[in-house]
Each structure stands twice: as structure tokens, then as C-alpha cells.
């Protein structure tokens, strides 16, 4: 039986719905022209993000374009760590750049005591979009979650294999797993605040869960996020949870079973008909169209389009990319994926 709750809080709550509901990772960002004009107004990103009205406008702007059925919070995952006092700016063609944190004396810079007063204009931001978004649609708040983010907070700026941050839990699991805690707690208090500005699903985005072995995965990937879920169902029980620890494999079943998320959206690398069979059946699952085949449009992306409703059809399941949108998606090629969705029926 349908309710009149919001077609994607229905989708991650496994009622039966007519089609999938769609919202895309980065669905705001430098794909839309509209956006990199937005961008020119203030060049500090930063601050662009701390900046309601801007961070309001960038979020609507793919509403404005595309029917949608999720508005999600533009912010970046390194606000936490500026906010609990790391040093950190973005360098245009760089990337983030902080201060590294790699030691217990280095730990001390840390601070829970000013993180919601630092974090203001971002719950400003959700609160007014919660206003000002369509009434059918979801809006959707997010963090990092404490192993991706420490990631960048030790070894200094992005990094894909993460080998300091790796080496240094491995050598000092003490004192990485004070830094472990500190942000499970900044990354609980930050979510928990969203929700009572009026974010109705939140997402916590693992991008570099994968490339840990498979005790280190327990120990900074499970048990932090069920501790976050707990902290957060213990405040807002009916608010759902979405986890993506990006590049899991198979763990995705332990990391479903042990956090006790609400949905997980999977990466372009996990086969569909293996996901359906093992994990469909255990909560909603999101994704997972490969993000390239969205720059190259043409029959290929139907194809791709096709195989992945179909493959989810018999569950749950809300259709999202394997990863964010890369910036030289051509904007048409999103709309005709989300016209396509909204055409297909069960």
C-alpha cells in the first residue's frame, strides 16, 4: 500500500512504487553553466560553502533543470575538519589543502566545543532549503564519513591510496583511533543538526573504504558508521540512513549487516545481479550507473540505463551513478537519463 510520504523516502523505506526515484551525486557542480557562473561571485570555496546564498542557489539549480526527486545539501565533507579548528583551503587546479594531523600532539589542535557555532551558515543553508525545495521532493543532508575524512585531514590533500593515514593506523592505533572518535562524534552532532534544520535523509559518503584490508575496514569503517547510525536513531529514529563505503566489494553485506544502515549506494564496480541477490534483499540499494557512460550518451548510455532498472526491478531501489558527475557530463545527456527513468514502469 502507497503512501503520501515522498516518493524517495517510500523507495528507502521498501514500500511498492511504479518506478525508481532518481537523484545524482554532485548533481550540482561544474557540469551546469549556470553553477561555474555562480562560482565566479566567489572564488574562495570555502567560503562559497559557508555562504547560504550561494550554497542555497547551487543546490537548486539541477532541480530547476531536471525533475528530480532529491535535493541534496551543497557543502563539502572537509567542513568538519576546518570546523573543528584544522587548517584548510581549496587551491584552484589543487584541490584541499590542510594542515596535516599525524601525531598525538597534533590531535590537540582539535576541538568539539565550537563545531555547530562554526557550522552555522551550513544549517542556515539547510533550513531555508527546506522551504524552498518542491513539496514532493527529499532533501537530503551529508557528511563524510571518519575514515575518508581523516584521511584528508593526515595526509594533507587528497590521496588514492592513503598510504600515511594507512601506516599510521597500523603503527599507532591508539591515538588514530582518538582521532577516529572525534570525528565520529563531530560527524554524529553534525548530521543530527541537519535533520532539525530539516534534512530528511542523510548519506554518509566512505569514498576511500575500499582500500583498506579487512581488519582495518572493520575498525574504521563499520564501527564508526554504526556508532553514527546509533547516535543518530537514538535522536531521530524515523530519519533513514544511506551509507556508500565506495569500492567495499563483498564487505558491502558485513558493512549493511554490522551498521545497520537504512540503504547503501554502490559503486560502478559491483555487479548487479549479484547486488540484487545479496544485498537487495537486506535494505534499498542506490546506484550504481558507471558516471562515464553519462559523458557519452548516445545508445550505449540507454543501454547501461536499461540494465540497471531492470536488474533492480524486483526490489527496492533508488537509481543514482556509481559515483558523482564528472564535470564534462553534457547537461542534455542528464536530462534524457532523468526523462528515461520517469518513463519506465515496473
Same mark, same amino acid.
Given at each position: 500500500?502507497?503512501?503520501?510520504?515522498?516518493?524517495?523516502?517510500?523507495?528507502?523505506? #521498501?514500500?511498492?512504487?511504479? #518506478?525508481?526515484?532518481?537523484?545524482?551525486?554532485?548533481?550540482?557542480?561544474?557540469?551546469?553553466?549556470?553553477?561555474?557562473?555562480?562560482?565566479?561571485?566567489?572564488?574562495?570555496?570555502?567560503?562559497?560553502? *559557508?555562504?547560504?546564498?550561494?550554497?542555497?542557489?547551487?543546490?537548486?539549480?539541477?532541480?530547476?533543470?531536471?525533475?528530480?526527486?532529491? @535535493?541534496?545539501?551543497?557543502?563539502?565533507?572537509?567542513? /568538519?575538519?576546518? @570546523?573543528?579548528?584544522?587548517?584548510?583551503?581549496?587551491?584552484?587546479?589543487?584541490?584541499?589543502?590542510?594542515?596535516?594531523?599525524?601525531?598525538?600532539?597534533?590531535?590537540?589542535?582539535?576541538?568539539?566545543?565550537?563545531?555547530?557555532?562554526?557550522?552555522?551558515?551550513? *544549517?542556515? +543553508?539547510?533550513?531555508?532549503?527546506?522551504?524552498?525545495?518542491?513539496?514532493?521532493?527529499?532533501?537530503?543532508?551529508? @557528511? !563524510?564519513?571518519?575514515?575518508?575524512?581523516?584521511? %584528508?585531514?593526515?595526509?594533507?590533500?587528497?590521496?588514492?591510496?592513503?598510504? +600515511?593515514? #594507512?601506516?599510521?593506523?597500523?603503527?599507532?592505533?591508539?591515538?588514530?583511533?582518538?582521532?577516529?572518535?572525534?570525528?565520529?562524534?563531530?560527524?554524529?552532532?553534525?548530521?543530527?543538526?541537519?535533520?532539525?534544520?530539516?534534512?530528511?535523509?542523510?548519506?554518509?559518503?566512505?569514498?576511500? @573504504?575500499?582500500?583498506?584490508?579487512?581488519?582495518?575496514?572493520?575498525?574504521?569503517?563499520?564501527?564508526?558508521?554504526?556508532?553514527?547510525?546509533?547516535?543518530?536513531?537514538?535522536?531521530?529514529p524515523n530519519i533513514p540512513i544511506i551509507g556508500f563505503p565506495r569500492g567495499a566489494g563483498i564487505r558491502?553485506?558485513?558493512?549493511?549487516?554490522?551498521?545497520?544502515?537504512?540503504?547503501?549506494?554502490?559503486?560502478?564496480?559491483?555487479?548487479?545481479?549479484?547486488?540484487?541477490?545479496?544485498?537487495?534483499?537486506?535494505?534499498?540499494?542506490? !546506484?550504481?550507473?558507471?558516471?562515464?557512460?553519462?559523458?557519452?550518451?548516445?545508445?550505449?548510455?540507454?543501454?547501461?540505463? *536499461?540494465?540497471? /532498472?531492470? !536488474?533492480?526491478?524486483?526490489?527496492?531501489?533508488?537509481?543514482?551513478?556509481?559515483?558523482?558527475?564528472?564535470?564534462?557530463?553534457?547537461?542534455?545527456?542528464?536530462?534524457?537519463?532523468?526523462?528515461?527513468? %520517469?518513463?519506465?514502469?515496473?
Amino acid at each position: 500500500m502507497e503512501t503520501n510520504e515522498k516518493h524517495l523516502i517510500k523507495a528507502i523505506k #521498501r514500500e511498492a512504487i511504479t #518506478r525508481p526515484p532518481i537523484w545524482l551525486m554532485r548533481q550540482a557542480g561544474r557540469y551546469l553553466p549556470e553553477y561555474r557562473k555562480l562560482r565566479k561571485q566567489e572564488k574562495n570555496f570555502l567560503k562559497f560553502c *559557508y555562504t547560504p546564498d550561494y550554497a542555497v542557489e547551487a543546490t537548486l539549480q539541477p532541480l530547476n533543470r531536471f525533475k528530480l526527486d532529491a @535535493a541534496i545539501l551543497f557543502s563539502d565533507i572537509l567542513v /568538519l575538519p576546518d @570546523a573543528l579548528g584544522q587548517n584548510v583551503e581549496f587551491q584552484e587546479g589543487v584541490g584541499p589543502l590542510l594542515e596535516p594531523i599525524r601525531n598525538k600532539k597534533e590531535l590537540e589542535r582539535l576541538t568539539l566545543d565550537n563545531i555547530h557555532k562554526n557550522l552555522q551558515n551550513v *544549517y542556515e +543553508t539547510v533550513s531555508i532549503l527546506s522551504k524552498e525545495i518542491p513539496k514532493d521532493t527529499t532533501l537530503i543532508g551529508f @557528511a !563524510g564519513a571518519p575514515w575518508t575524512v581523516a584521511t %584528508y585531514m593526515v595526509e594533507g590533500k587528497g590521496s588514492k591510496d592513503c598510504t +600515511t593515514a #594507512r601506516t599510521w593506523a597500523y603503527q599507532d592505533p591508539i591515538n588514530f583511533s582518538k582521532l577516529i572518535k572525534i570525528l565520529t562524534d563531530a560527524t554524529s552532532m553534525y548530521l543530527i543538526k541537519q535533520i532539525e534544520h530539516g534534512a530528511e535523509i542523510v548519506q554518509i559518503f566512505d569514498t576511500w @573504504a575500499g582500500i583498506l584490508s579487512d581488519s582495518q575496514f572493520l575498525d574504521w569503517v563499520i564501527n564508526p558508521t554504526k556508532k553514527i547510525v546509533n547516535n543518530i536513531k537514538k535522536a531521530h529514529p524515523n530519519i533513514p540512513i544511506i551509507g556508500f563505503p565506495r569500492g567495499a566489494g563483498i564487505r558491502y553485506i558485513d558493512f549493511i549487516e554490522k551498521t545497520n544502515v537504512d540503504g547503501v549506494s554502490l559503486d560502478n564496480g559491483v555487479p548487479i545481479k549479484w547486488a540484487a541477490e545479496n544485498i537487495q534483499t537486506k535494505c534499498t540499494v542506490q !546506484g550504481n550507473l558507471d558516471n562515464t557512460v553519462l559523458i557519452a550518451g548516445g545508445k550505449k548510455m540507454e543501454e547501461e540505463i *536499461y540494465s540497471t /532498472l531492470e !536488474g533492480f526491478e524486483n526490489g527496492s531501489h533508488i537509481f543514482n551513478l556509481g559515483h558523482g558527475i564528472l564535470p564534462q557530463t553534457p547537461p542534455e545527456n542528464v536530462l534524457k537519463l532523468v526523462e528515461t527513468i %520517469y518513463n519506465w514502469k515496473r
